[in-house]
């Protein structure tokens, strides 16, 4: 206890003895039918369904009833989960000692622990994060990764909640990329966890390699908000659990049964009791305890946990004072707020899935009619800004890029090299992605009938990372085969065009980068409706010599089918990787005709359930799957904004 604050520790003790005083007035009042008591329990109980999963929900009373049972997924999101918990390493500034914390990722580049573990800035530059500090299923240890952490980039830190959070560098030493390891998603709002619910804590004791502690750990102390003024619900800011912890545990998660983040681990909780009118910290043998006693001599009632919602709600007011710290929390909470989107999720944002080159002809399946290729990495420089869609394109007229409604705008994927932008520039289009769906939400593209070259097209790019967003933003490629394509949304054909051969094939290139792909079945993309509306608007653009903006996207809806729920038995894709194939689709086809700005606006269905509904515009005319609409209905569809067409 040599170097813990002992003022904090009896603090802790206090506060825990208070809860527990208030949990027990409580629970009398629930067992004599207080109505408001009843009422603040039925509250909570029924948030608690909104962090179940749609299946689970219908067995909440059995979750409340203490049940063994866990469906088989607890174990695959719990190894996702501990992917993301690592081994923080810090030198004390001073130079007078070491020690070992955890910390876990919370968002991409965002690591969070406890204040009393970093301090200050000046910390956090000495330390490091280490990730896979874990044993295999042999029990051999596997190789660590370390992280130097970047507080340069951004720091926050609270010493009344105990929290920090510090951006962390997108590599480790040994070039390993970080976004591999995914991150844990924090939920401001309450119903995570309830009293006497199992709970589990992932740590690193003593510096060791990671652990698990699940067994014999259950929220003992939680008073909840909804039993609480709103005086006192505003310093209602800890819960109380039962498990084993030991130095090298403060900056755990602490996790529900379905691995939500309900608190961040600070510390235990010892007895105490007075002596000579001075309240003193009691041993396992009753005595007094020494300042320099180990914590294994000290006789702990209970552990002490932050709280995830009021952890964020500290983050949002200090954003919202006069603080040095409000820029740093505005953006921390940005950050988790675009990383985590909403409950339906789920706890955890999934690693990107592995990639890999082959090289065996068979193993690529060319026999099988499968497109071989390789999946790159291609430099950040090879994505100038100065490209991307041009609003003013069609002469006399200006189309902007869509612009997204509230909700959608924080549920995009924003930008590791410019975090304030989720617009992603290529030659002739620009994207944005969704992050939870890691999957495109439009393009907008400028195609030049007039200055196509003539002849083939040359080979085919490789496939590429956007090395712009974080991969876990992007689709996982391990899901697209002969019977689910890669999808452009800015086709190849449109975009290869320009004023050199330089200009056009960094356009082809461009175009063959993840986030310019959405799943689409094989028959849809390559011979059906999508296949055969933009032949139709290509052949237009060549033979006019016409200028076209098309703006395109996905319709994404909860409903699109889970690829998990789709692959066959002979598919080798990642489970898990949360891939869900859009239905439907939304198309917006632009020019000028007669000196008068012309458009047509589509929706096509890969269930192909919708009909045609008559001749459209410029010829087009719509193949089976395809109805025609208007730009109105795709906004209210998309949650965008399109402006300057009539």
Known sequence: ???????????????????????????????????????????????????????????????????????????????????????VYLQVPDGSGSGFATGFLVAPGLMLTNWHVLESPKWARGATLTLDSEDDVDGIPKPPRVFRLNPNRLFLADSELD?????????????????????????????????????????HP???????????????????????????????????????????????????????????????????????????????????????????????????????????????????????QADAAARTLEAVNLASGSVENGPVAKPTARISILEERDALGIAAGIEPFELVRRRLSKFPDDTGYDPDFLPGFTIPLPEPRTPLRTELAPRLDRPD?????????????????????????????????????????????????????????SIFSNMVHRGHLAARDYIYWGADKDEMKQADTHSFTLTNVCPQIRAFNAHKEWYELERQVM????????????????????????????????????????????????????WVEAGELKHSAFILDQHAELEAAGPLEMALTPPAGVTPTTVEEIADMTDLEFDGFK
Request: glycine content about 8%; proline content about 5%.
């Open 206 to 324: 003593n510096g060791r390699q990671k652990h698990l502690a699940s067994r014999n750990n259950k929220i003992t102390v939680y008073v909840y908000d909804t039993d609480l003024s709103p005086e006192e619900r505003a310093a209602n800011n800890f819960l109380y659990y039962s498990t084993d912890t030991l130095k090298g545990s403060s900056g755990s998660p602490v996790f529900s049964d379905q691995w939500y983040v309900v608190a961040l681990h600070r510390r235990g909780v010892p007895a105490t009791r007075m002596v000579r009118g001075r309240k003193v910290i009691v041993r396992t043998n009753g005595r007094a305890a020494a300042a320099d006693d180990p914590d294994e001599v000290i006789r702990y009632l209970s552990n002490e946990g932050v709280r995830v919602s009021r952890i964020l709600a500290r983050v949002a007011e200090i954003s919202g004072s006069e603080s040095e």
């Open 539 to 590: 052949g237009g653009a060549e033979a006019e010599q016409l200028r076209i903006t098309e703006l395109v996207g996905p319709i994404l809806r909860a409903t699109d089918p889970a690829y998990d729920d789709l692959r066959g038995s002979a598919s080798d894709a990642e489970m898990g990787t949360g891939i869900r194939i859009p239905i439907k689709f939304w198309k917006i086809v632009a």
């Open 163 to 203: 929290f920090c959070f510090v951006a962390v560098e997108p590599r480790a030493i040994d070039g390993t990329p970080l976004n591999r390891y995914g991150y844990l998603r924090l939920f401001p709002s309450t119903g995570k966890i309830l009293r006497n619910e199992y709970a589990t804590i992932i740590q």
């Open 421 to 477: 932008t989720y617009l992603l520039p290529f030659r002739h289009f620009t994207t944005a992605m969704h992050a939870a769906r890691r999957l495109p939400v439009f393009a907008a593209t400028n195609i030049d009938g007039g200055k196509k070259p003539d002849g083939a097209m040359p080979n085919r790019p490789s496939w590429s990372i956007d090395p712009r967003i974080d991969e876990a933003h992007q689709p996982d490629d």
């Open 1 to 87: 206890m040599g170097n813990i604050n002992r003022n904090a520790i009896i603090q802790a003790a206090e506060r825990y003895a208070g809860a527990v005083e208030k949990q027990k007035k409580l629970l009398s009042e629930q067992e004599e039918g207080t109505a408001d008591a009843l009422y603040g329990e039925a509250l909570m109980i029924d948030a608690r369904r909104d962090f179940l999963a749609p299946a689970d929900r219908s067995f909440l009373e059995s979750i409340i009833e203490d049940s063994d049972l866990m469906p088989l997924r607890y174990l695959a999101l719990g190894q996702l989960a501990a992917a993301a918990v690592g081994r």
